[in-house]
């Protein structure tokens, strides 16, 4: 079913003007009396009361951090404070009509949002639910702290849960809404719709999109906000994330009630600045943020910019914007005119601004604003407003002296339980689907024309005779991809793929062939060319429950998702304090023949993070059974697959690639040859190397190699490799890797110590040269070749008789490269 949209060369090289529209700015002019028909008094005196409460909050740290104490208790936090005294209208406006379903991602500054998305919920939940949720929490662990003593409804009750659950996340206490492995800048309460926040400026610029993903694509209710800085407009992810958000696809290519733009607010945060830099005058062009939406698409993305000093204007922004996502008409591009009193952070010296500029800030500043706004209309008197302010006084005191208290609040105890952090890195759950539900899809499996042509391959690459059979008649490595990701979108209703033409093209290297006319769109779909926000979008649908398959067309490439790669994926499941799953299958094609940029193996890079399990199979076997593994887990892996392996036949497993489910185990090797005098551990495709390899050293010196494939790179069984150990005592370690850094020497390092005893020689580490992968005519002087193998035997583990080396393994030329750093 390829797309038809015809691309009429008269229509588009015809001459005109382009006219961008008009952008309104600071358009909302109502007074609060005015809006006495729209709002309930408790409603016009609960936003008073929601912006008091996060001054006080933030106040409160400040002096912390300033003075070291509040109300004249001494407390010192040594972590981070972003604080957003001044921005307290944003924030409360943002969140005042949002529901629990509506999510809010945020950044380094988003104590306000939480906290005001937090009274939000509070506010719209009914008691029972409201209750359940705090009682559910962490076996209601946190519940029970502020019950203690309480008098009062269960709303009330409720404040005081948010407030010490943020507080205490805050402090890094175990008792926080993360467990305190959040922190200040991570902190996050889902059951109110409150998604991570992010301490990479930007960083919820792509993430919060995968979330309004996951919501269209799985028919979920609530729209999702992005609160970035003013600042964050400059960065990569925000762009990407933008750019995916505006796809024409949604609209013009997605079927049935799929149709319509994705639900989602860029909520620019403007306090204009970043740091010091001034975003507008300085560091930024755009003079107001708001224009930004004229770049991504035609309708603007319904930019306006708003005054955040009135958290009326952004409540009203707001009923009219998620009419617009409601409409289906999203993305939204909203810039919130803010300003900060505090500092950057509370050791800011404001050394970039004046204190004119301040103060003429201050002396609108939007609480005692907005409080005239509610006297002058008779909403409130000022003995309320006090009261209101009294009453918060209490309201966060109490939260801190409880939060302080190492009694009630102690820390992860990692004295009696030194494991606990490591235990929270993976989730290590078995799950054939995300969600009980049909899977969409347009035909059954037996009538894929893929599945068809598969089934009259031969499922082992040799016949009877043990000749190949044709490479046309093979079952290939990309078939065992196939299979196990086509199975999974048969089984898990919430699974989706996308990456650069995965649709129409079947993948760059047909993996996905077939699985276009299997699926409809919105399962399986071409992304921008934005490798951020194809991994971004991802960790978003991820977290909030739906498994997912981003692709990375070139390893090479995955230096334009680092973020993401190295700083999302990996972080989130155990930053949640292990409320969050992250079933995110990353595959990432390492290249070859393509020079330079096209043909790195970057998996030590990606092994190196925590948090990220990483495999590397090497036959259609492992393939498939790896990537079974992969997707019935609930935990981030990157799969990587070798260009040179694609086309190649199932040469080891005697029985040839079973038709049927299989799991292979994440994180056990295998052995793919048996012998006696030396072990060849190889990751990838330099198994049928080491093969041959194994064949020279039988054949021209009589010495049996054992090959061990590593499959997995994280995590990693070495039993297999040590048992190995004891018959051979010796060991090589291949891949294609540039050797310096590379896993090989964390494996070789490992395995000195584990097997010491065993050893008759050190590990030898074999990977490519310490260059630039040159073209493929010279490809063979960088990657490990089989004479290589041999060649390192022969120098650093067992003189070959008579061998005739081809490159240097000598320890003067070790020394030369190292002094070099080539
Ligand atoms: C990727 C990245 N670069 C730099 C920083 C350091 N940093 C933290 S906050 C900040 C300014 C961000 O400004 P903006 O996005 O406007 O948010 P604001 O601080 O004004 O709320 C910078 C540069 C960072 N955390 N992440
Ligand atoms: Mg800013």
Redo the contacts with the bound molecule.
């Keep these: 079913m390829p797309k038809i949209q015809f691309i009429n060369p008269s229509e588009v090289r015809k001459s005109r003007n382009l006219d961008l529209g008009s952008i309104p700015v600071n358009t909302y002019q109502r007074s609060v009396k005015e809006e006495l028909s729209r709002f309930s008094r408790e409603d016009l005196v609960r936003i008073f009361r929601d912006m008091v409460i996060i001054r006080e909050f933030e106040t409160m740290l400040n002096l912390i951090k300033t003075k070291g104490e509040y109300q004249g208790i001494p407390y010192s936090h040594p972590g981070p404070a ?1 604080l957003s005294i001044g921005q307290e209208a944003a924030a409360v406006g943002m969140a005042f009509r949002l529901g629990i379903q509506d999510y809010i991602f945020g ?3 988003s104590h306000g949002e939480i906290l005001a998305k937090g009274l939000s919920a509070i506010q719209s939940l009914q008691e029972g639910e409201l209750y359940g949720i705090m009682k559910n929490f962490f076996d209601g662990r946190i519940l029970k702290i502020v019950e203690t003593g309480h008098q009062g409804d269960v709303r009330s009750l409720a404040l005081k849960f948010l407030v010490y659950g943020t507080l205490s996340e805050i402090f890094a206490r175990e008792t926080g809404f993360n467990k305190g492995l959040g922190g200040s800048m991570h902190a996050f309460f889902t059951p109110f719709g409150i998604y991570p926040n992010n ?4 960083g919820s610029g792509d993430i919060a999109v995968g979330a309004a993903l996951y919501k269209k694509v799985n028919r979920k209710p609530g729209i999702v906000v992005a609160n ?5 407009l400059g ?1 990569g992810p925000v762009w990407e994330g933008m750019t995916f958000a505006s796809m024409d696809q949604f609209r013009q290519l997605w079927e049935g009630d799929m149709k319509g733009g994705l639900p989602i607010i860029f909520n620019i ?1 403007n ?1 204009q ?3 010091g830099g001034q ?1 507008c005058g300085e560091t930024m062009g755009y003079s107001i943020a708001a224009r930004v939406g004229t770049a991504l698409n035609a309708e603007n993305m319904h930019a306006e910019r708003v005054d955040g000093y009135n958290p009326l204007a952004v409540i009203d922004a707001y009923e009219r914007k998620m009419k617009i996502l409601e409409d289906k008409k999203g993305p939204v591009f909203l810039d919130v005119l803010t300003y900060r009193f505090s500092g ?1 952070s509370p050791s800011d010296s404001s050394s970039y601004r004046s204190k004119e500029e301040i103060e003429a800030w201050e002396s609108v500043d939007s609480i005692s604003s907005y409080g005239r706004g509610l006297t002058d209309s008779g909403v409130a008197d000022s003995s309320l407003l006090e009261q209101i302010r009294a009453e918060t006084g209490e309201l966060i005191l109490e939260a801190f002296k409880r939060s302080i208290d190492d009694v009630i609040s102690p820390r992860m105890d990692l004295v009696s339980n030194p494991g606990l952090i490591g235990e929270m890195m993976f989730s290590n759950q078995s799950a054939d689907r995300m969600e009980e539900r049909v899977p969409e899809v347009n035909h059954p499996m037996e009538e894929n024309p893929r599945v068809a042509q598969i089934a009259r391959k031969e499922r082992y690459a040799f016949d009877q005779e043990g000749n190949p059979h044709s490479a046309m008649k093979q079952y290939q490595f990309r078939d065992g991809i196939f299979e196990a990701i086509a199975d999974r979108f048969y089984k898990d209703p919430t699974l989706v793929a996308y990456g650069e033409e995965n649709r129409d093209w079947g993948g760059a290297f047909a993996v996905y062939r077939g699985l276009t006319e299997a699926l409809p769109y919105h399962r399986l779909f071409n992304a921008p060319i934005s490798e951020g926000a194809i991994v971004g979008t991802a960790i978003g649908y991820g977290m909030c429950g739906g498994r997912v398959i981003p692709e990375i067309m070139y390893c090479d490439f995955l230096g334009r998702s680092g973020d993401e790669v190295f700083n999302q994926l990996p972080k989130w499941q155990a930053m949640s304090g292990n409320l969050i799953k992250m079933p995110v299958v990353l595959r990432v094609s390492v290249g070859s023949k393509y020079g330079a940029q096209h043909s790195q193996d970057w998996s030590s890079l990606v092994a190196h993070i925590p948090g990220i399990k990483v495999v590397f199979p090497a036959t259609p076997y492992d393939a498939k059974g790896l990537m079974n593994a992969a997707l019935q887990g609930t935990d981030p892996v990157v799969y990587f697959e070798s260009q040179r392996l694609y086309g190649t036949g199932e040469q080891f497993h005697k029985g040839g690639v079973p038709e049927g489910y299989y799991e292979i185990p994440i994180g056990e090797p295998d052995i793919k040859r048996s012998g006696e005098d030396v072990t060849i551990l190889t990751i990838g495709a330099t198994l049928y190397r080491a093969m041959e390899a194994a064949e020279q050293l039988l054949e021209q010196y009589g010495i049996s190699a054992e090959i061990i494939d590593a499959r997995s790179l994280v995590p990693f069984n070495y039993q297999l490799v040590l048992e190995s150990l004891k018959k051979t005592g010796r060991i090589v370690l291949v891949s294609d890797a540039t050797e310096r850094g590379s896993y090989l020497k964390d494996l070789a390092q490992n395995i000195t110590e584990l097997g010491f005893d065993d050893l008759d020689a050190p590990p030898v580490v074999v990977g490519s040269r310490n260059w630039i992968t040159p073209a493929y005519e010279l490809e063979d002087y960088f990657f490990p070749q089989p004479s290589w193998i041999l060649d390192a035997i022969h120098e650093k583990i067992l003189p070959l008789k008579d061998h005739v080396t081809t490159q240097n393994f000598t320890a003067g030329e070790q020394m030369r490269r190292s002094r070099l750093g080539i």
């Excluded at 301490?199 to 930007?202: D, P, T």
């Design positions: 972003h950044s380094h500054r301490a990479i400026v930007g970035i800085g003013d600042a964050s960065c945060m306090n600045y970043g740091m975003t950057h």
